[in-house]
């Protein structure tokens, strides 16, 4: 085997990342579609913290647990 052959298998060739470039609106709906998933995923885990701060808090506590199921009664 010689040395470039194992070079080549260590690092991506150019060509791997071609599609970034050939499909530009491919890539940004990825991108936005990442961010959007990312997005909801730490803002229902502040909401979580939250919840359980309120509900472990040391103060004189007044939490009530609040389903969101969004059925009803």
């Known amino acids: 085997m ?13 060509s ?8 530009p609106r491919l890539t940004l709906a990825g991108l936005a579609i990442l961010g959007t998933g990312l997005g909801f995923r730490r803002i229902s885990s502040s909401i979580r913290e939250n919840e359980l701060a309120q509900k472990n808090s040391e103060a004189q506590n007044f939490y009530v647990s609040v389903e969101r199921s969004g059925g009803g009664v």
């Open 2 to 14: 010689s040395p470039s052959r194992a070079n080549s298998a260590s690092s991506p060739s150019p």
């Open 16 to 23: 791997t990342f071609r599609i970034f470039t050939r499909h």
